[in-house]
């Protein structure tokens, strides 16, 4: 079936150390997005990419690195700068980063929990 | 003022009732409005998709915009326990950035 897998579910990490989410989508999208959701925030974008090889900011990009270099592929690493990783991740796919009447809607993946222990 | 206001309820509603939810913003460059369903510690899933003021009907389900007001609604008819979750209105320009997401409002319905 055509989908976002993301990978772990759950994820625990120490003080101090880098963790990585997987995310991989099949449904040959181009641009490619991570959000942070936490309790009565909502969804706050932390990277997005619209091409292999080229990924941009979003609002809250501190602490966290990313990599495309393959079209199915979009890792996000939680570096140790990020004080405050306890959150829900969800990764996104769109199928054409440039506008249109049917383009404009982001697909999810099921999500990644991370907790610092 | 914020770009994009959502009640975050909780909302809790009867089985069967007509449940509205709404969200405003104030971008007048938003062109695309969508929803999506939220299930606790799940995904979003995308309900409804519209790119111009009116309604847009789907099932039980009917999306309502009004640019002239920056105003959308979502409209839940005979609506059921397994309607229960977060639901989430999301704005796009129509850029690569990504969306625009409300906080999301809490629907519970009462068997």
């Known amino acids: 079936d055509g989908g976002i897998t993301q990978s772990p579910k759950y994820l625990f990490r120490k003080e101090g150390q880098n963790v990585t989410l997987s995310c991989e989508q099949n449904?040959?999208?181009?641009?490619m997005y991570w959000y942070r959701q936490d309790p009565g925030q909502g969804l706050r974008l932390i990277y997005y990419s619209q091409i292999v090889n080229d990924f941009q900011k979003g609002d809250i990009a501190e602490g966290y690195s990313v990599s495309r270099e393959k079209k199915e592929s979009f890792p996000l690493t939680v570096t140790s700068a990020q004080k405050n990783p306890t959150a829900f991740y969800l990764c996104a796919s769109k199928v054409s980063w440039a506008g249109s009447s049917s383009g404009n809607t982001i697909y999810f993946g099921e999500g990644s929990w991370l907790t610092v222990v | 003022q914020k770009e994009v206001e959502q009640d975050p309820g909780p909302l809790s509603v009867p089985e069967g009732a007509i449940v509205s939810l709404n969200c405003t913003y104030s971008n007048s460059a938003f062109q695309y409005f969508m929803w999506y369903r939220q299930y606790s510690r799940k995904g979003p899933e995308l309900l409804m998709y519209t790119y111009s003021s009116g309604n847009k009907e789907d099932g039980r389900f009917t999306a309502q915009v009004d640019k002239s007001s920056k105003y959308i609604s979502l409209f839940i008819r005979d609506s059921q326990p397994s309607d229960s979750a977060t639901y989430l209105c999301?704005?796009?320009?129509?850029?690569?950035?990504?969306?625009?997401f409300g906080k999301g409002t809490h629907l519970i319905i009462q068997p």
């Open positions: 449904l040959n999208h181009d641009a």
């Open positions: 999301a704005f796009s320009g129509g850029g690569a950035d990504g969306l625009t």
